[in-house]
């Protein structure tokens, strides 16, 4: 069973940083995605197994992904936090032909 536990989310005032972390039971790529009250969820950036990583154009040059394969362990870095970058924040690993998820951490970003 693949598991994905999250941590690292709470409240921070806006030009601030957090750091995510998701410790996974699988090894495999990985990515975050978020979901802000009232919206769909949306695509945040993904790394590969490898470490290649991409990133959605509204957190390009503001967030980081990087992981730890010893620990099997993706981290999302997040700087010059805005306010529209509260959400919920998932982590999920791609496995075959579906991904798995987390259960979230909130992210509330104070102006």
């Known amino acids: 069973q693949v598991q994905l536990v999250e941590s690292g989310g709470g409240l921070v005032q806006a030009g601030g940083s957090l750091r995510l972390s998701c410790a996974a039971s699988v090894s495999s790529a990985m990515g975050w995605s978020r979901q802000a009250p009232g919206k769909q969820r949306e695509w945040v950036g993904s790394?590969?197994?490898?470490?290649?990583?991409n990133y959605a154009v509204s957190v390009k040059g503001r967030f980081t992904i990087s992981r730890d394969n010893a620990k099997n362990t993706v981290y999302l870095q997040m700087n010059s936090l805005k306010p529209e970058d509260t959400a919920v924040y998932y982590c999920y690993a791609g496995l075959g032909a579906r991904n798995y998820w987390g259960q979230g951490t909130q992210v509330t970003v104070s102006s």
């Open positions: 790394i590969t197994s490898i470490g290649s990583t």
